[in-house]
């Protein structure tokens, strides 16, 4: 199960394709350009993105398929209730830094397998196992995570993206950024 959980928080987190942003010249402002680049990566795990399930049916399709779970049906449901808003973005020119405050709500893998946990413990625990086959058992832990997955409430969290200005003049995301999203999606 761990690595259903690895791979889920590894296709929902930022990429590292957050792109490097030139903040010089007549276009938009360095604030503009990093919230259009913040936008940009967080709309790809909206509950729309294809690319968000796409990713997690790459990532995770052999063990789901193992649960008899479908690969988008989870990824549905896992970003379900999500959402997000860039609340501000504080550059500071003279030391090529900058950081967006992002307010973010989404379920939390944590609790997710937490609850799942508990939940597929309790239903073993009820059955007579007897006439059980393994394949019973893992089309049980599949219906019980989609279940668990369907009921998580998301929770808010406040995220510090932070950018630099890197000797070429373009703002990129720091690596910070990634662990703060990828800390977020975990719970």
């Known amino acids: 199960m761990k690595r259903i959980v690895t791979a889920a928080v590894a296709a929902l987190m930022l ?11 007549t276009g938009p402002s360095t604030d503009e350009l990093i919230r259009d680049d913040v936008a940009s990566e967080l709309e790809l795990i909206g509950e729309d993105a294809a690319a968000s399930t796409d990713a997690i049916a790459a990532n995770m399709g052999q063990e ?17 209730g999500y959402s997000y808003s860039i609340d501000a973005v504080d550059v500071d020119e003279e030391a090529g830094t900058a950081t967006a405050r992002v307010s973010m709500s989404c379920k939390s893998m944590a609790k997710i397998l937490a609850d799942f946990k508990t939940a597929f413990t309790d239903k073993v625990n009820s059955l007579d196992l007897n006439g059980m086959t393994q394949d019973d058992l893992y089309k049980l832990g599949g219906e019980t995570l989609m279940d668990v997955v369907a009921k998580a409430e998301p929770e808010k969290k406040t995220l510090d993206l932070v950018y630099a200005k890197g000797e070429d003049g373009e703002w990129r995301a720091d690596e910070s950024a990634a662990t703060e999203l990828m800390d977020a999606l975990k719970g």
């Open 64 to 80: 789901l398929d193992a649960l008899g779970v479908d690969a988008k049906a989870f990824a549905q449901a896992y970003t379900e």
């Open 15 to 25: 990429t590292g394709s957050l792109a490097g942003l030139a903040g010089c010249g």
